[in-house]
């Protein structure tokens, strides 16, 4: 088990490395200039020289990268150019806010997911299966930005329940932070919980037909703990591989979601700082996001391994 | 063995199953009857889709409904018929007073459980044991199967064992319970020859040891003149011949028989022996639209006019031991002595 916790954080290495030198060979194609951009209307060539200088911003792409790779090694990632402060500062302050959105949003997709599946499993062909079918569709093809407008339209507006954005701390008070990451939880995790419902479907189905569900019901085992015992466990490697790439998602930050509620999350730190030519910030974060899609895979590796006890030899 | 005075263990009347498809209903078991008593081993032998592991499944409610659909008949097991229990008291005779051997040790066990958990799970349902109580006796009965060193395997994986080993997991699970019928559907059929060999003598002994009525369901002809005390030929979901097993492989009174039977290689004799193997021309009808009359008609180089629109029934055979019992309108060894005689 370590041999192998080990040769996944040595292959981490390499591909952190790869996304890190994408992203910023990519941002060099951005149209603009990060000088100009910064001195606004009164272009004083002096002060574009001394922004350049400082930056390193007439060095070949080669050393520019390596300036950077450098002082990520030594845990600097940088400093913002507009907001003048060290990206990992801001990073550790949007951080938790969009940790704690994909959490709530994971957590509304597996509930509502996962159960609905498995229904729809059991109930092949029946009316349930047609529901949840129906429902599945339903939330795969209404986009996340107009439900969200929708919830907002109906519970902030009409009938004045919940705040229409906005955040608040959960360590300034619990029932206002969840108020205002409910709507947004929801939207998101209903988009994912279509996709999880079908692949809890499909997974579902397979392992039903197998035939040790066969000889679990040979045995006399009641249906709900063939159901839960004997099928829903080989079958959750697929449920939690999407799991794992889902949040993975959530937490790169959901741009168009964080934008209607305004929650200050990862997706609009990005938007922000791709808008203003902010590559250290758009760099830091984007590694930071790598990093935590390894971890993920990482965990969902592990966590499949200990529902299938054949994995864990690899 | 068979004691035709005694109430039988299990009677089953003119079961029919049917699945329903796009292409139309497939009948695949056609009014099949035949009872088994006490302590007595049934070989049942037909080709795939002949409906032999279909209609056990369906008469402990074990095949998908739908498609699949029990289009008539009875099932009678200790009196009670089967067809008319409810799923919660079929699921007590599931596992406890009928025990279950399946074709692939290798997909008929859970891969995600311990051999244990696998064990214990009818100990808690049909005895009621405590998990204690339940881990003892799952150690006992690998130890009845003969699996080495039990204790240390039983919180070991299937993957963990060999195949051959799994069948004997699995035959511990269907007898866990100390079952009136065993029932081994192709239990030996994905092993290689010599572990077949182990299995078929591992149930003979625990037979003798246990005396439980077993219904062993292959097309392996060489395993039930091993095991049987009855074999019973299906094709096309029909019983075609049935009757003690000494007299079925001496004195076949089906074409159908005599075919699987000549299809059998012959490792006895020298030169004699090294004939040519048969083979059945034709294949098995479909089961959408069956012929109006025998089943194995079309292909059958004995059949006669009548045989092609009219079923024969499952009678005594005239001349052959008793209960030797044979569907056909022609008299093969007549068929055949004339034959010989050309």
Redesign the interface.
Known sequence: MLRFLARRLALAIPTLILASMIIFALQQLLPGDVATALTGEERDPQVIAFIREKYHLDEPLPVRYAYWAGGVLRGDLGESIRLQKPVSELIVEKLPVTLELACLAMLVALAIGVPMGVLSAVKR?QAADTIANGIALWGLSVPNFWLGILLILLFSVELGWLPASGYVSPFESMSDNLAAMVMPAFVLGNAIAAVMMRHTRAAMLGVL????V??????????LRVTL??AL??AAIPIITLGALEFGQLLSGAVLTEQVFSVPGFGKLMVDAVFNRDFATVQGVVICTAATYIALNLAADLLSAA????LRRA | MTAPMTKPLLDVRDLAVAFDTDGGAVHAVNGVSYTLHEGETLGIVGESGSGKSVHVLAMLGLIPRPPGRITGGQVLFEGRDLLALKERELRKVRGGAIGFVFQDPMSSLNPGMTVAAQIIEPLRIHLGLDARAARVRAKELLDLVRIPNAGARLDQYPHEFSGGQRQRVMIAIGLSCRPKLLIADEATTALDVTVQAEIVGLVQELKRELGMAIIWITHDLGVVAGISDTVQVMYAGRILERGPVDDIFSDPRNAYTLGLLRSLPDLSGGRAGRRRLHQIEGAPPDMRHLPPGDPFAPRNAYATPRCRTEMPPLAQAPGAAPGHLVAAWYDLPQLLSREAAR
Request: proline share 13%.
């Open positions: 062909g037909g197998s035939d040790y066969r000889t679990a019901r040979a045995k006399g085992v009641s249906p015992r004997h466990p080989n529902v299938n006890p054949k």
